[in-house]
């Protein structure tokens, strides 16, 4: 059964630098979401992806990100200048099209920031 | 935007008995409503959904049902078993919007 990969699986790195999270998603898939979990809190939205541009973001999701889909089946996402609290587990996820299709997440980037 | 309430935040029960987890969501337009189980270091897995010309679906020992007229939708569980121990999240989205997550269900399955 397809799935959507995530790497690395834990990243480690210092406040004020730059991080990469890398996703695959489902191949024929054409939605593309990254989310985040804080420690013991509940998933939420960063921002969606369709058609090679942002389609929507959420109030988390500022300057300091971006996304980039460079070729035909990476979704990244990056975080320019990490902030400790940008600690958390990313997760990407990603349907095929339609209103009500299902999202299917990864399994997720546990970002730590020193 | 929408908002989902979910309860209660943790859940202990016999192995054996159901669990029944409810959420409550805020915007009428919503139509898509998954339930997702998270294990400890895992991404959510989707277990089951239900779409809002439906009032209730079932699939094995997992069902759901959705009150549209009271918004809220209900995530029931027979015959639990300890596998079935994990953090249960609901959602809601319209469209292609985003998915608003509940704040999760710590499910226990005592043995």
């Known amino acids: 059964e397809p799935e959507v990969t995530q790497t690395p699986s834990h990243q480690v790195t210092q406040m004020g630098q730059e991080v990469i999270l890398r996703c695959v998603p489902i191949s024929n898939h054409l939605y593309f979401y990254w989310y985040r979990q804080i420690l013991g809190q509940k998933v939420e939205f960063l921002v969606s992806f369709y058609n090679n541009e942002i389609s929507e973001k959420s109030e988390i999701f500022d300057d300091q990100f971006s996304v980039e889909r460079p070729d035909g089946s990476n979704f990244t996402l990056k975080i320019r200048s990490t902030k400790l609290e940008d600690s958390a587990m990313y997760f990407c996820?990603?349907?095929?099209?339609?209103?009500?299709?299902?999202?299917?997440f990864g399994p997720g980037t546990r970002l730590t920031v020193l | 935007g929408e908002n989902v309430e979910q309860h209660p935040s943790t859940l202990s029960v016999q192995e054996g008995d159901s669990a029944v987890i409810k959420c409550t969501y805020s915007d009428s337009a919503s139509n898509y409503f998954p339930w997702y189980k998270q294990e400890l270091g895992k991404g959510p897995q989707l277990i089951i959904d239900i779409r809002s010309n439906v009032g209730e679906k079932k699939d094995q020992r997992i069902a759901v049902t959705l009150n549209k007229t009271a918004k809220h939708f209900s995530l029931h569980i027979t015959e639990t078993q300890p596998e079935d121990s994990a953090v249960y999240f609901c959602?809601?989205?319209?469209?292609?919007?985003?998915?608003?997550f509940g704040k999760g269900t710590r499910l226990s399955v005592i043995a």
């Open positions: 959602a809601a989205s319209i469209g292609n919007t985003p998915l608003v």
């Open positions: 996820a990603s349907k095929t099209s339609g209103s009500t299709d299902t999202q299917y």
